[in-house]
């Protein structure tokens, strides 16, 4: 009996009153639905960081065409190439030490941070009136805007363990939707007095700026989520980290307090060794360089002109494609995938979704060949497909990796994967950007000619993507005792 009562006394958690974790893991326990107002946080803090980072595909064509900085009209998806990556090169400088800030300071102030930088830069680039003045706004956009590495630690802390799939759902669905939404506000918006003449006149700002739009609106929306983040709750505890009820019960089950100690000790642990982790980070930035050179590569592909295997498309166009693929992106996070990820689990989901995305990717230069209202549903169809299978594989390495780690290194393990996706982000759209334009340069080639060049290669950087999501490469965390009934006291 005496044991009995010294389990229940261990087993006890412990909430500090000062301590904004507390807060959130004793209103954790005491509701097992989930918080609405949780998902709309966190929709609208990552929708508006992903906003930014694609919205000037569908016009960047035309931007880099207006800066008259190409020699040929063939080298201007390489020139285009470069603007897109320069904001994952600034962000790849900076999002370890914002996670390591995170974990210091909280997951708030970094959030808040990095919405301010969306407002100033994302103007600042709309502004742009050369080569160079984009190239440098999207540098220190990428760079100051650390939130989105936090915001994954925040998505797994929020929820109880057995929602963590729909908190991390929703980060991917807004940064998928961010990834769509984006584009087609940037091609239904960009060169307004072109498109809308009666509301936009000749010779006024809007045409001497065209590419403003698009971006003072997402700046705005920046704004209204910088206040609204006022009332973000933070899960960052503030109390001594040998103060948690994980650590009481491993004692009780050895009788000794040695265990204190070595979770102590932990608290130091080599991120990089952490093999779980690390392998599920290798994969992400696999399947991060494959997704951001196909998003440069679809709407550059798209615009370009049939003779150089293009649709010849508008950037309406674009926004049409893209808009479809976002609204079945939201149905499809929020109402099938957590369903779906408990009956098959995140890792068998992701290498299906790999597998079935390479036929599917390759048969898009077959689509170019299709005309008038078939080609329109049949590339609706395959947009479509592709971020949905696209969404799938980051949501399920979303969770491997906050799986991995304890609280007081989330925010650094999301550092180091934002670090390194951002790096492979940042060779992706040059990448995709100088292939797709030496691909157009051998539309006669024997070997894979034109366009089917460029899907191929997309092709092989996905391919080995699933190969690396197998054993023994791809390793998940074994849970601990603890971890399959206890959690932190606070």
């Known amino acids: 009996m005496e044991n009995e ?49 694609s919205s000037l595909f569908p016009y960047l064509y035309f931007m880099i065409r207006d800066f008259n900085i190409a020699k040929r009209e063939e080298d201007i998806s390489a020139y285009a190439g470069y603007v897109g990556s320069a904001f994952m090169l600034g962000r790849s400088f900076t999002s370890i030490p914002w996670g390591m800030v995170a974990d210091r300071y909280g997951r708030k102030p970094v959030a808040i941070i990095g919405i301010i930088s969306v407002i100033i830069f994302n103007t600042l680039f709309g ?149 779980p982790l690390m392998s599920a980070i290798i994969v992400y930035c696999i399947f991060s360089l494959h997704d951001i050179a196909y998003q440069e590569v679809f709407s550059l592909w798209a615009v370009s002109p049939r003779r150089l295997g293009g649709l010849n498309f508008t950037t309406d166009n674009v926004g049409d494609v893209l808009a479809i693929s976002g609204f079945a992106l939201i149905v499809y996070q929020l109402c099938l995938y957590p369903s779906l990820e408990r009956a098959f689990g995140p890792v068998r989901l992701a290498r299906l979704s790999g597998v079935l995305s390479i036929p599917l990717l390759q048969s898009y230069p077959f689509i170019a060949t299709l005309s008038g209202i078939t080609l329109f ?19 399920g390495l979303f969770l491997l990796q ?10 650094a393990a999301n550092g180091i994967a934002m670090t390194g996706m951002s790096i492979f982000k940042a060779i992706g ?62």
């Open 127 to 275: 502004l742009s009136t050369s080569f160079w003045m984009a190239v440098t706004t999207r540098f220190l956009l990428g760079s100051l805007n650390g939130l989105l590495g936090p915001m994954k630690a925040y998505c797994s802390e929020i929820f109880r363990e057995e929602k963590q799939a729909l908190g991390l759902s929703t980060f991917s669905a807004a940064w998928g939707m961010g990834l769509i939404i984006g584009p087609a506000l940037g091609g239904y918006l960009a060169q307004p007095t072109v498109k809308y003449p009666h509301i936009f006149p000749k010779n006024s700002f809007w045409d001497t700026f065209p590419y403003f739009l698009p971006s003072i609106l997402i700046s705005a929306f920046a704004v209204v989520v910088a206040i609204s983040c006022i009332w973000l709750p933070e899960t960052l505890h503030n109390h001594p980290l040998g103060d948690q009820s994980t650590n009481d019960v491993e004692a009780l089950e050895t009788g000794s307090k040695t265990k204190d100690k070595d979770k102590i000790i932990q608290k130091d642990e080599n991120l990089f060794l952490n093999w």
């Open 429 to 490: 759209p040059a990448g995709g950007g100088a292939v797709l334009a030496w691909s157009q340069k051998r539309m006669h080639a024997s070997f894979l000619p034109g366009t089917h060049m460029v899907f191929f290669i997309l092709n092989v950087a996905g391919g080995l993507g699933v190969i690396l999501m197998f054993t023994p490469f791809l390793a998940e965390k074994k849970k601990t005792p603890s971890e399959h009934g206890f959690s932190i006291k606070g």
């Open 402 to 411: 906050n799986r991995a780690v304890e609280q007081y290194q989330r925010g």
């Open 377 to 395: 549903l049949v590339i609706n169809i395959a947009s479509l497909l592709k971020n949905l299978l696209c969404v799938t594989i980051d949501t």
């Open 5 to 53: 009562n010294v389990g229940e006394a261990l087993l006890k958690k412990t909430y500090y009153d000062n301590c904004p974790g507390c807060k959130v893991d004793k209103a954790k326990e005491l509701k097992t639905d989930v918080s609405f107002r949780n998902l709309l946080n966190i929709w609208m803090v990552v929708l508006c960081s992903a906003l930014p980072i």
